[in-house]
């Protein structure tokens, strides 16, 4: 299996990105819809991608054609492995519906929102009832890690000091805004745009603090 690759980005097509590796070898790797938008300004430069390798059947299953899709992350990879398993989400449609990050998609589905559901490409009314029914309580694993992955010393560090009281920072301020009363969609702007400052915050109480800050326009 093709887990990962890594070349230069050299050119975009509908939906696909053609990577040029070391070796010479030009493959064309399936996208999501979102992260070919995020990688339109990296044309000529090189790329990592979480792959994923299928067979797409075609000519009503009479051609068999090998398929790979790229993710930016890992956390991306693991969500539309989730997201296939629902009735009617194949790959393909897969990688159409999502024009937003899995962490939006995620909370999407654990808010219950179908009309967000609804707005995806390749998505109806009957298919949004079936992703919630489904995939409602499977999500939670990627409405904060995947909106909020760090990389670098200074992250790393972070993330050690805030492990030992159970969960990230940025999960339990969340938790907190939940019993509070606030859209989990709107929480994750939010607290996305508190921890992308300049000072991040060292406890809870302060990111909640700066967070209706935030909301009240300040």
């Known amino acids: 299996m093709i887990a990962k690759i890594e070349g230069i980005l050299d050119e975009l097509l509908a939906g696909a990105a ?86 939006a998609i995620a909370a999407a589905i654990a808010d219950r929102d179908a009309t967000l559901l609804q707005s995806l490409p390749e998505v109806g009314k009957r298919t949004a009832e079936t992703v919630i029914a489904t995939l409602r309580g499977k999500v939670d694993p990627y409405l904060v890690s995947a909106a909020y992955g760090r990389t670098g010393e200074a992250d790393q560090a972070h993330a050690t000091a805030t492990a030992g009281r159970g969960g990230t920072l940025e999960r339990e301020a969340m938790e907190v805004l939940l019993q509070l009363g606030e859209n989990r969609t709107q929480c994750i ?22 967070v209706y800050r935030i909301k009240a326009g300040a």
């Open 189 to 210: 702007n939010w607290i996305d745009q508190v921890m992308r400052g300049d000072e991040r915050p060292d406890d809870t109480e302060t990111l909640i603090a700066r």
């Open 18 to 103: 053609m990577v040029r590796t070391n070796g010479s070898l030009t493959y064309e790797v399936l996208l999501p819809a979102f992260a070919a938008a995020r990688l339109g300004g990296s044309i000529g430069q090189p790329i990592t991608l979480h792959t994923l390798y299928f067979i797409e059947g075609q000519a009503q299953g009479t051609t068999m054609t090998p398929r790979l899709a790229g993710f930016l992350t890992a956390e991306d990879r693991r969500f539309f492995e989730l997201f296939t398993t629902c009735k009617g989400i194949g790959n393909r449609r897969a990688l159409r519906a999502m024009t937003l990050e899995s962490s």
